[in-house]
């Protein structure tokens, strides 16, 4: 949510007059540039946008359709407490004023004329948003800190395990936003973590789920990674994140978001690890995971403690007193820290602190000082003595809690300090953290170093989108100056039409962690000029923000650019070459026609079938040259009605086809039906009682669907009209005087007593009439599969290399052209067993589309 302070605040106007609607906000934007306003016309349409859209106001005329303005607070409230909500009514009324302010509406402003009510709309707009943030951001931290100081008091007063195990996870569970937590043992034998305890909305959750740690799916997880680490794991986006795949069915019915695992360690000993699940997506902001790793810290000596207990009662009155102080974990902790009780005594230190401020003596030297005698003897190693002093007083007085307060020192070094009032048995008291970073930030200046040294631009912005940090060679790309470059934003570098999209991108990464895209951008002369933007999220100076690698990719593009040039020029000279082949081959073919009428000779039809397969060649070649080409004429297509509309382009014979997929996928439509009708040829050609001569069968009894196939088919069954052929269609039917001519009309109408004659005469007298062929879906692709005798192991890896045919008349261009046509698709394909038997071509790596 935006705080209102400077920060672009999203607002939903909600009014059935669509007009209204549109004027309203666009007013309420032209009255403060902070506001972006979203329309709704519809109560529906409203809840469906708080569902999609993150949305830091509401606001809703009182007449809504089939609903009012009230109606509408009423079902918001089911599920959004906080939202602020404005009713801009029509007209003033006290009753309907008092009656929406009782229903829970954030505010009550009746409609007056004029400009003027917009632009008190939109400071009222800001002002309720701010007062939510900074309402949430306090409940926030009284949750934090009442969820701490009860499990502290918890395990203050647990005698066993189990009892830490049963209050912790009870603890947790029953504050917002948290719905389940469990702690679980780590068993190293078998690499799994089996839960011991639990407390929240669990309903068998854990009897559904196996986690592990080893580097497994199930050991990817936040508790497989906090146990092999031994730190805290977090994943913020459960419904989203691909690391969480075997366990998001159960934990999002569920309603769990996000989950962290805690490790509960102390020393060499691994007590076990703590999971805890929200009911929202991003729950664990760095404050809080930092919280809940010292609570695991804490956890784990409590069992510690029993641990002594059990061993030593003389130790256990020790723990119980340093128990109720919250001081057993001073000296586990990396931090300096001091408690002091209501008197401002010492309670209790460490030694960190100690060597973080160079004091004399040890930690028990000091308990029951005087804690502000300390405080001014230090003060001196400030460069402000009297605010390091007047600043601590002023928390006490107010008790309220401080986390990571710069302090800058005489010599240089930068401290941290955080502040927390406790409660203890014996009255108030005080916590004080202190640490030395020092070396952070001076890692952030090497960092920034790097950055700054690199070749490419690189661009840092905050969450107000404003940079925060370019590099020389930004500043030498774009032309702008860093002073420039530090009041503009994103937008600012973007052409018009790509501008536009910036706010989308920069969500899309706060989402999922990393975004890579191409865009165009303009320099400080106005030129133009395209780069690849590599964005991540991350942590700058200590704040959230995206970091931006940006290339120019000009030459790239230039290149891609001449590359094209080259394709399409050597596709023209395929297609010039295919052309002058043809040519002399169709004289070829006309010759030959002429020449049987003047003489009967068996070289004819020799000659007549190398001239066939010579122009299948240069159709199957072109074809193979053109199909490896990158698919860029990408479009939705539905599988099921090209796959049905390829087989009707494919001489099938009496196969039969099946198609049980109901997908979309994007791609080229007529690579793709291109594609189909291949795999579909053959499966037919090769799914008869013959692997090896089903397309010489189909083209004999049925005829082929090349024009020059046909008129040989024509010839053999119907005779030609021409004297020579119709003897040789006398000869086919009724034998010839030749003996070879003889042979050839025995194998036609009897079958040859050879092996491959006697397959092509079966193929022949049975054609494919006995296969049927499968389209089927795969979770990633489709597949495409026949019931005849398949491709044996030793030929898989052989089928789609150019020229392998185990037809003696096939060109073997056919797979060859299918794989090239997959290739350019950026997906793969394999050939394997059909469920029958057959043979089974599967596709995958394909991109499903979802149907409008």
């Known amino acids: 949510m935006a705080s209102g302070q400077g920060e672009d605040v999203t607002v939903l106007y909600v009014d059935s007059d ?30 469906q946008s708080l569902t999609d859209t993150t949305i830091d106001c509401l606001v809703s005329a009182d007449d809504v359709g089939e609903r009012n303005g009230l109606e509408i607070l009423e079902a918001v409230r089911e599920d959004y407490d906080d939202l602020p909500f404005i009713l801009f009514a029509d007209s003033g009324s006290e009753d309907l004023a008092l009656e929406a302010v009782s229903a829970g509406a954030t505010l009550y402003l009746p409609k007056t004329n004029g400009e003027e009510q917009y632009s008190v709309l939109a400071d009222q707009i800001c002002n309720a948003v701010e007062r939510a943030c900074a309402s949430q951001r306090a409940a926030t931290e009284r949750r934090i800190s009442r969820v701490v100081r009860e499990i502290n008091e918890a395990l203050a007063r647990a005698t066993t395990r189990d009892d830490i195990d049963e209050q912790v996870c009870a603890i947790i569970s029953a504050a917002e936003p948290y719905r389940f937590a469990w702690i679980g043992e780590h068993d190293p034998a078998s690499n799994t973590v089996e839960p011991r305890a639990s407390a929240g909305v ?29 730190e805290l794991a977090v994943l913020q986006d459960i419904p989203g994140d ?16 996000s989950s962290a695992a805690i490790p509960l360690d102390y020393e060499d000993t691994v007590y076990g690890v703590l ?29 510690h403690r ?31 820290v001091l408690a002091e009780d209501e008197s401002r005594e010492v309670l209790a230190v460490n030694q960190q602190l100690f060597d973080l401020f160079d004091l004399d003596g040890s930690p028990d030297t000091v308990e029951g000082a005087d804690c502000t005698s300390l405080a001014k003897s230090v003060s001196g190693m400030f460069t402000d003595p009297e605010g390091f002093v007047s600043r601590i007083d002023e928390l006490i007085s107010t008790r309220e809690p401080v986390d990571n307060e710069a302090l800058e020192l005489a010599d240089g ?18 916590l004080w953290v202190y640490r030395d970073s020092t070396g952070r930030r001076r890692r952030h200046r090497e960092l920034e170093t790097i ?28 032309g702008y100056d860093e002073a420039e470059f530090l009041d503009m934003r994103p937008q600012d570098l973007d052409v018009p039409d790509e501008a536009e999209h910036v706010t989308e991108r920069v969500e899309r990464v706060r989402r999922e962690g990393e975004l890579v895209f191409e865009t165009e951008h303009r320099g400080a002369s106005g030129e133009t000029f395209p780069v690849e933007i590599n964005a991540a999220a991350v942590r700058f100076r200590g704040e959230p923000a995206i970091l931006s690698i940006v290339r120019d990719i000009t030459e790239r593009k230039q290149r891609e650019r001449e590359l094209r040039r080259q394709v399409d020029r050597l596709d023209e000279f395929a297609s010039v070459v295919s052309h002058d082949l043809r040519n002399p081959l169709n004289v070829a073919q006309g010759r030959i026609d002429l020449a049987r009428e003047d003489c009967d000779s068996d070289h004819l039809d020799d000659a007549a079938r190398g001239i066939e397969r010579g122009l299948s060649l240069i159709d199957d070649m072109l074809t193979l040259a053109r199909a490896g080409e990158q698919a860029s004429d990408m479009e939705p297509v539905d599988l099921s009605e090209i796959a049905r509309a390829s087989w009707d382009h494919v001489e099938t014979l009496d196969a039969n086809i099946a198609v049980d997929i109901d997908a979309t996928v994007r791609g080229d439509r007529s690579r793709l039906r291109q594609l189909l009708e291949n795999l579909f040829r053959n499966a037919v050609e090769h799914g008869s009682t013959s692997p090896h001569s089903q397309a010489r069968g189909d083209a004999v009894e049925h005829g082929s669907t090349s024009p020059r196939s046909q008129a040989r088919g024509d010839a053999v069954e119907h005779g030609s009209t021409s004297p020579r052929s119709q003897a040789r269609g006398d000869a086919v039917e009724h034998g010839s005087t030749s003996p070879r001519s003889q042979a050839r009309g025995d194998a036609v109408e009897h079958g040859s007593t050879s092996p491959r004659s006697q397959a092509r005469g079966d193929a022949v007298e049975h ?24 491709i044996p192991d030793e030929h898989r890896e052989d089928v789609f290399e150019p020229g392998y045919s185990e037809d003696e008349e096939g060109t073997g261009f056919g797979l060859a052209i299918v794989q090239q046509i997959v290739e350019a698709h950026d997906w793969r394909i394999r050939v394997t067993d059909g469920e029958d038997g057959g043979a089974r071509f599967e596709i995958t790596d394909v991109v499903f589309v979802e149907r409008e």
């Open 18 to 47: 669509s007009h209204e609607a549109d004027a309203t906000a666009e007013r309420l934007e032209r009255a403060d540039e902070r506001l972006s306003v979203r329309t709704a016309t519809s109560a529906g349409e409203a809840l």
């Open 202 to 230: 669990e309903e068998e959750y854990l009897d559904r789920i196996e986690i592990t740690t080893d580097d497994t799916e199930t050991g990817h997880g936040p508790t497989g990674q906090a146990v092999r680490q031994g």
């Open 242 to 257: 691909p690391r969480y795949e075997p366990w998001r069915e159960p934990a999002l019915e569920r309603g769990y978001k």
């Open 275 to 303: 999971n805890v699940y929200a009911d929202r997506r991003e729950a664990f902001d760095e404050y809080e995971r930092q919280l809940l790793s010292n609570l695991g810290e804490t956890i784990a000596h409590a069992y």
């Open 306 to 336: 029993i641990d002594l207990q059990r061993r030593n009662t003389e130790q256990i009155r020790q723990l119980e007193r340093t128990n109720a102080l919250l001081s057993t974990l001073f000296d586990t902790l990396p931090q300096g």
């Open 413 to 430: 070094r930068i401290f941290e300090r955080s502040y927390r009032p406790l409660d203890l048995p014996e009255g108030a008291g005080h």
């Open 451 to 478: 950055l700054e040294r690199m070749n490419d631009a690189v661009l840092v912005h905050g969450e107000d989108s404003t940079f925060m940090f370019v590099n020389r060679a930004a500043i030498e790309q774009y």
């Open 767 to 790: 054609g494919g009439k006995d296969v049927t062929v499968t389209v089927g879906s795969l979770p990633d692709g489709f597949y495409v599969e026949d019931d005849g005798p398949g």
